[in-house]
């Protein structure tokens, strides 16, 4: 099993930054990539940046330019720093760790709020 802790959301205004981090312990063996996802009321839950073992990263075309992902091994945490926040940006976001053993399995952690005022 893998547990995953998101921390960081709030609410802040438009042009505002934050930065939400995402804690993994238990069987981290074996995690492929992890990435952050969100979902507004009422819209279906969307990548908003993904971050690979080997480190390749690709980013929603919404936030490219705005959000940067990145990760502390040492730590066992995965970064997403966003920047020129949006209104249109609110919603849970949510991290998630895809672990490859003999198949792929997908860990989610509880999410986050994250709230941007126009």
């Known amino acids: 099993q893998v547990q995953l802790v998101e921390s960081g959301g709030g609410l802040v205004q438009a042009g505002g930054s934050l930065r939400l981090s995402c804690a993994a312990s238990?069987?981290?063996?074996?995690?492929?990539?992890v990435g952050w996802y969100r979902q507004a009321p009422g819209k279906q839950r969307e990548l908003v940046a993904r971050?690979?073992?080997?480190?390749?990263?690709n980013y929603a075309d919404s936030v490219k330019g705005r959000f940067t992902i990145s990760r502390d091994n040492a730590k066992n945490t995965v970064y997403l720093q966003m920047n020129t926040l949006k209104p249109e940006d609110t919603a849970v976001y949510y991290c998630?760790?895809?672990?490859?053993?003999?198949?792929?399995?997908?860990?989610w952690g509880q999410g986050t709020q994250v709230t941007v005022s126009s």
């Open positions: 998630a760790a895809e672990r490859v053993l003999s198949k792929v399995k997908t860990y």
């Open positions: 238990g069987s981290i063996f074996g995690i492929a990539a």
């Open positions: 971050i690979t073992s080997g480190g390749s990263t």
